[in-house]
T-cell receptor, first 114, second 114 residues
Framework: NAGVTQTPKFRILKIGQSMTLQCTQDMNHNYMYWYRQDPGMGLKLIYYSVGAGITDKGEVPNGYNVSRSTTEDFPLRLELAAPSQTSVYFC?????????????FGPGTRLTVL | GENVEQHPSTLSVQEGDSAVIKCTYSDSASNYFPWYKQELGKGPQLIIDIRSNVGEKKDQRIAVTLNKTAKHFSLHITETQPEDSAVYFCAASVRSGGYQKVTFGIGTKLQVIP
């Protein structure tokens, strides 16, 4: 199993551009999450999904959109990139409520918006 | 909502010494407390966890303690080694609607000096 994979690893965007951060897991996990990590701020939840076709907002959803058409994939969309979205983005997954919230994380995508 | 505070933000220890990282949480309904280790350029990885009905858990050189009354939990690393150098995150997890909501601390950068 590859676990949770994320692409790209690095990306530089200009203000106003758009992009999609890809996330795929091969563990058949129902729950998937997107976090952003800023220096000294820990991990903040952007969006989460409890299954295909079901998504909901986390703590910091503004400026982002997600979709979950399959169990495996959970892409994060930035429509109009802003410098405040410069961050490291992590995708995570877990099987569901039974595991108490233990999450498998991907390797991250480092995004810079100039 | 849940608030998790983590101390210290940085910690330097000599190889072979012990390291202790402390966290407090605010929501008495939190029932699961994972600890993650994040090495440079990688995603967080679970290293140990504890449930609210347990006071202490140990796994080789790593141990976690939980005081539900005081709402604090700690990570203890004994006989530290250079490969223990990383950023460590504590987290508190509580059932919230349809998913297990996880709140992370801001992280502790541990440096083990050979």
């Amino acid at each position: 199993n590859a676990g949770v994979t994320q692409t790209p690893k690095f990306r530089i965007l200009k203000i106003g551009q758009s992009m999609t951060l890809q996330c795929t897991q091969d563990m058949n996990h129902n729950y998937m999450y997107w976090y952003r990590q800023d220096p000294g701020m820990g991990l903040k939840l952007i969006y989460y999904s409890v299954g295909a076709g079901i998504t909901d907002k986390g703590e910091v959803p503004n400026g982002y959109n997600v979709s979950r058409s399959t169990t495996e994939d959970f892409p994060l969309r930035l429509e109009l990139a802003a410098p405040s979205q410069t961050s490291v983005y992590f995708c995570a997954s877990n099987p569901g409520l039974a595991n108490n919230g233990w999450q498998f994380f991907g390797p991250g995508t480092r995004l810079t918006v100039l | 909502g849940e608030n998790v505070e983590q101390h210290p933000s940085t910690l330097s220890v000599q190889e072979g010494d012990s390291a202790v990282i402390k966290c407090t949480y605010s929501d008495s309904a939190s029932n699961y407390f994972p600890w993650y280790k994040q090495e440079l350029g990688k995603g967080p990885q679970l290293i140990i966890d504890i449930r609210s009905n347990v006071g202490e858990k140990k796994d080789q050189r790593i141990a976690v303690t939980l005081n539900k009354t005081a709402k604090h939990f700690s990570l203890h690393i004994t006989e530290t080694q250079p490969e223990d150098s990383a950023v460590y995150f504590c987290a508190a997890s509580v059932r919230s609607g349809g998913y297990q909501k996880v709140t992370f601390g801001i992280g502790t950068k541990l440096q083990v000096i050979p």
